[in-house]
Structure formats: structure tokens, C-alpha cells
Nanobody, 121 residues
């Protein structure tokens, strides 16, 4: 069984910084790729940041230049840092991980439960 848990959300101030962490645990071979997504009320879920198996990153247009994603494959964790926060960054932030197992299917996709981030003065 695999557990994916996000942490680090809460109430943030405009112009401040946010740090989120995602940890995958259980019967895992290794972390292959991961992404952070967010969903604001009444809106579709959108990509915030992605890091591939080769550690190449990509970022959503709405956060590009303000966000950075990193991974620690040894610990199966993924982190997100976002600067210059805006009220429109308010959303539930979800972690998505692609894990590589030793049995088929070798690559499996998991989501965390989400963490609320509210940016308000």
C-alpha cells in the first residue's frame, strides 16, 4: 500500500513565500516523476510544476518565474517553493507521483489528499 501525503499549506500573505512537501511511503521501488497541481473553487485543476525522471522541470504559465520544484529520490519526497504569492494562488494543492515498482504495472500513478493554501492579507 502506498501513501502520499502533502504538508506545508495554510494561510499565507501576499508577497510571501510558500513551501510544500510531498512524501510517498509504502512498498515503493523508487520515485520516477512527480508534479504539483492546484484547483481553485470553480476552476479546473491546473499544473503548477512537474519534474520528470531525468529531473527536467516544467512549470505552469501562471506561476512561471515564481516557483521551483525539486526531488529527493532517496527519500521519495518532492518539494515546491513558490515566491511572490498572490491572492489568486489560493487553491487546494495536490501532489501527484509516478512510482516505479519491481512488479507489473511497473509505473503507477498516485495522488495525495491535497493541502489548502490561502493567500490573503
Amino acid at each position: 500500500q502506498v501513501h502520499v501525503v502533502e504538508s506545508g499549506g495554510g494561510l499565507m500573505h501576499p508577497g510571501g513565500s510558500l513551501g510544500l512537501s510531498c512524501a510517498a511511503s509504502g512498498s515503493i521501488f523508487r520515485l520516477n516523476a512527480a508534479g504539483w497541481y492546484r484547483q481553485a473553487p470553480g476552476k479546473e485543476r491546473e499544473l503548477v510544476a512537474f519534474i520528470g525522471s531525468n529531473s527536467i522541470t516544467s512549470y505552469g504559465d501562471s506561476v512561471k518565474g515564481r516557483v521551483s520544484i525539486s526531488r529527493d529520490s532517496a527519500r521519495n519526497t518532492v518539494s515546491l517553493v513558490m515566491n511572490s504569492l498572490k491572492p489568486e494562488d489560493t487553491a487546494i494543492y495536490y501532489c501527484n507521483v509516478e512510482l516505479r515498482f519491481t512488479t507489473k504495472p511497473f509505473l503507477r500513478d498516485f495522488w495525495g489528499q491535497g493541502t489548502q493554501v490561502t493567500v490573503s492579507s
